[in-house]
């Protein structure tokens, strides 16, 4: 699905809905989500001041058409960076104040179970210092 | 006392950060500085705030790990992150400065003062600690100058920004606190965020606002109420000797208040014989500003123009306000600017202002 290479995060089972993993891949440190069973995952530095983005809290945000008509929306999809608060939609990378200007990187991700993590030959050495059942998958990150 | 020859320095200090909160961190105890009789009926709580942050007003990635003391953390986040030569830790309890039994706050202070001392400024090199007095009772506040104002880490006397009295920090009955700084060498310092609590009035002249953004937004407004207080009563003519800090009270508005109230001298001096110079003179001796939360226009050039207009190699100091979630980055938080006046903001200014030098081991 990707010419990108898979990493292996964890076992799917260690990564249940609203959590999430920090990840170092080739230098790169990348936080993966899970929201609502889908995977999604981004790159940790904020791109204002280069905050660890991802330690910031899982949320949801508002949005008005009219001071009288508030929504609270994205509920467990909106990642607030620790630091200034800036708000990024999980599933896009994009801000919530600008989502034109300001965004960060996303990654593909996926869950695959064991056969086909071993097709993906990269992935193989770490299932093995994660051992899964075969009815169960990994979650990989595309780098 | 303390070498202060920008030649040397720029050989040696790298950055200076003048506004550190490290009980944000944790490790501060006032209650057992506390006479006994206050600890059990008071307490160390203070005024709080009619306003929320969405997002807590400390960072959310910065508490200690586990096993690690409030001391490490900030080293190992801050101080040794960046490279920080000196920081002045500014801590609270601000609203002290607003809370309506003074006897409970003249205590705090002394508390406060204690604490630093015997925990926090002879423990690292880099340390420099602001003192804390309640300005609402200026005789006491300036027996407190008194009492530790000589210790040498001790670099700055420090309070609410808010006035507990109801009037600006330039009225006489606040001077007992400059006479007993200008004396001891020390810079008066004032820090937001008890605007509109306790016995202060109301964030601005405008009245409640409703919400964090709107209170955070207009603080400059009581600064500029403050230093123009300062600087036309007379504070500067009477103290020549003694230096305003304005602690994260904003860059911007400093063209207007120069421009403004120099155009107003020239029509109204009559009012105020003692200033013998165009007010902005003044300022530009006496006053200073740190740099959180510095502006980000969407063109930078912009903002180089700013720190031009208000003679920022004179008058600006560096500072991250770390931990607070409004905290700047001593890396990204300021754009490039040109090598003197960057050097000038990140070091020279805070090194002669309080006469640190270059070896911090040497401040004693
Ligand atoms: S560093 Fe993330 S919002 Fe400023």
């Known amino acids: 699905m990707s010419d990108r290479t898979p990493h292996v995060v964890c076992p799917a089972r260690e990564l249940p809905p609203g959590e999430r993993r920090l990840v170092e891949i080739d230098g790169r440190s990348i936080g993966v989500f899970n929201v609502d069973g889908e995977y999604y995952a981004l790159t940790n530095v904020c791109p204002h001041q280069r905050a660890p983005l991802c330690a910031g809290t899982l949320t949801g945000t508002t949005r008005a058409t009219s001071v009288d008509d508030i929504e609270w929306e994205r509920d467990g999809r909106v990642l607030t960076c620790p630091w200034h608060g800036w708000e990024f939609d999980v599933t896009t990378g994009e801000t919530v104040f600008n989502p034109h200007r300001w965004s960060v990187s996303t990654y593909e991700t996926d869950v695959i179970v064991n056969a086909e993590a071993v097709a993906a030959g990269e992935a193989q050495p770490a299932i093995e210092t994660h051992p899964v059942d075969i009815d169960d998958g990994v979650v990989v990150v595309y780098v | ?364």
């Open chain 2, 1 to 364: 006392m303390a070498e202060t020859g920008t030649n040397r320095a720029e050989k040696t200090l790298s950055l200076i950060d003048c506004d550190i909160h490290s009980q944000n961190l944790g490790g501060m105890d006032l209650a057992p500085y506390l006479p006994d009789h206050l600890r059990e009926l008071r307490g160390t709580s203070t005024p709080g705030s009619l306003w929320s942050n969405p997002h807590g007003v400390t960072r959310r990635d910065v508490a200690p790990k586990e096993g690690e003391s409030a001391y490490e953390a900030l080293c190992r986040q801050h101080f040794d992150e960046f490279g920080i030569d000196y920081g002045i830790l500014n801590r609270g309890p601000l609203s002290l400065g607003v809370a309506a039994d003074t006897e409970h706050a003249v205590a705090l202070a002394r508390a406060h003062n204690d604490e630093l001392i015997d925990n926090w400024l002879d423990r690292d090199d880099r340390f420099l600690g602001s003192m804390l007095i309640a300005p609402q009772d200026p005789e006491r506040a300036a027996a407190e100058i008194r009492r530790v104002g000589d210790h040498p880490r001790i670099v700055q006397v420090l309070f609410s920004s808010a006035s507990g009295l109801g009037v600006p920090y330039g009225r006489r009955l606040f001077w007992p606190i400059y006479e007993a700084a200008a004396a001891h060498g020390l810079p008066v310092a004032v820090h937001p965020g008890t605007e509109g609590r306790g016995t202060a009035r109301p964030p601005t002249g405008a009245g409640y606002p409703s919400r964090y953004i709107e209170w955070h937004t207009t603080l400059p407004a009581n600064y500029i109420g403050h230093v123009t207080s300062l600087l036309t009563e007379g504070v500067f003519t009477e103290y020549p000797d003694l230096t305003f800090v304005c602690v994260e009270g904003g860059l911007a508005w400093v063209p207007h208040l120069m421009w403004r109230l120099d155009k107003n001298w020239k029509s109204l001096r009559v009012q105020t014989p003692w200033l013998e110079r165009p007010p902005s003179e003044y300022l530009r001796e006496h006053v200073r500003f740190t740099t959180q939360p510095l502006p980000e226009p969407d063109n930078p050039e912009h903002l180089r123009q700013l720190l031009e207009m208000m003679h920022a190699d004179e008058t600006v100091m560096f500072s991250s306000d770390f931990p607070h979630w409004d905290n700047d980055s001593p890396t990204f938080g300021i754009p490039p600017l040109p090598e003197e006046l960057h050097r000038a903001i990140t070091v020279e200014n805070a090194q002669q202002l309080y006469g640190l030098p270059d070896d911090p081991a040497e401040l004693g």
